[in-house]
């Protein structure tokens, strides 16, 4: 047997469920989360509470209230800020407590915050020490608006290094998804610390009738890319040369070890009545793309026990995927850490009416 350098007892970061690589996650849909609501999210390990304010500003912080302990998503959006629902100490966008009704001054308390963006229909935190990365883009739809919807949500049962190794699986699109073996062939390329491209390179051959019947629709080769953004969120590109479909992967990690997903659908924004009622209907084809290839890897993603023991020629490009992942820096997402609490004045606490 070959000894692979692959194999999870030689990994630090790829498919460790106990690190959360830096990156932007989603939190929830944008949708779901309305003006003056506030929404307890749980994202890999840490309990968090997002709200909307008034103006339409998202704000991320730790939930549990540094004053006992409330998850602070059962409080009031009011204004700009969150009240606690249960002593209604009051916490402005940075998390500091900007009032307690009971006292003429604040004490010194606050819950961490963390940066947070609206894009492409989903909320994100960003996860990390460093500066935050550039926001998931599909590299096709840059400087573009975009119109998106969403396939249904899901939880695999594997490690969202996994399942974003299945889009770049080779071999998988031969066995489980039936495509002729000459007709893909993924070549792999760092943008930068954080991104992976990965586009087809094999011609369309013209020898064969499926061949010929392909040629009409792609001039060069068959439109496969992959944009992945860290080692838990890529975009796919599919489609003939004159219409693309675009689909992002989002996942996180869950309790347990598992991948909780997002499939985001793109198009770009037409601003006619036929141009909207295309796109529509282009979104809905992409859902029908995705949904076909999501069905034919969900039986193995439920119980793969991943070791990488005998990688082959054809697994190249999952190999460049882990190591690209395997230099990735893990955040520091304290799954147990306390939030920051600053001293209160006991004196100060006692309450008094004003
Ligand atoms: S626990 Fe939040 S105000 Fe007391
Ligand atoms: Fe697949």
Request: hydrophobic share 35%; with cysteine.
């Amino acid at each position: 047997m070959i000894e692979s350098k692959y194999r999870n007892k030689n990994l630090h970061t790829f498919n460790n469920d106990n690190a959360v690589i830096e990156g932007w996650y989603w939190a929830l849909q944008s949708r779901e989360l309305k003006v003056g609501e506030a929404k307890a999210v749980r994202l890999s390990g840490k309990d968090l509470a997002i709200f909307r304010s008034e103006s339409g500003k998202v704000t991320a912080m730790d939930a549990f209230c540094p004053h006992r302990g409330a998850h602070l998503a059962g409080g009031t959006v009011e204004g700009e800020a969150l009240r606690c629902y249960y002593h209604h100490w009051k916490f402005d966008q940075s998390g500091d407590c900007v009032d307690v009704p009971c006292l003429k001054k604040a004490p010194k308390a606050s819950v961490s915050t963390y940066p947070v963006e609206d894009h492409y229909g989903l909320i994100w935190v960003w996860v990390g020490q460093g500066e935050p990365h550039a926001l998931p883009i599909v590299p096709d739809l840059e400087g573009h608006e975009v119109d998106v919807t969403f396939a249904k949500p899901y939880v695999k049962n594997c490690h969202p290094n996994i399942v974003m190794s299945d889009a770049i699986d080779a071999q998988h699109f031969r066995s489980v998804h039936r495509i002729p073996g000459d007709i893909l062939n993924l070549a792999g390329e760092k943008i930068d610390d954080n991104t992976l491209h990965y586009a087809n390179v094999a011609g369309v051959p013209t020898d064969s009738p499926i061949g010929k019947l392909l040629a009409i629709f792609y001039k060069t080769q068959l439109t496969y890319s992959l944009c992945y953004w860290g080692g838990c969120a890529g975009s796919v590109t599919v489609g003939p040369d004159f219409q693309r479909f675009h689909i992002i992967y989002a996942n996180r990690l869950g309790d347990n070890g598992v991948s909780e997903g997002q499939v985001i659908l793109l198009t770009k924004r037409r601003k006619t009545a036929i141009g909207r009622l295309y796109g529509k209907s282009l979104l809905l084809a992409t859902r029908i793309v995705s949904d076909y290839f999501a069905d034919g890897d969900t039986p193995q993603f439920d119980t793969i026990k991943f070791d990488f023991k005998t990688p082959i020629k054809d697994d190249k490009t999952i190999l460049q995927f882990m190591s690209h992942v395997e230099g990735l820096p893990v955040a520091d997402w304290g799954f147990s850490k306390p939030n920051r609490i600053d001293s209160v004045q006991v004196g100060e606490a006692a309450c008094t009416a004003h």
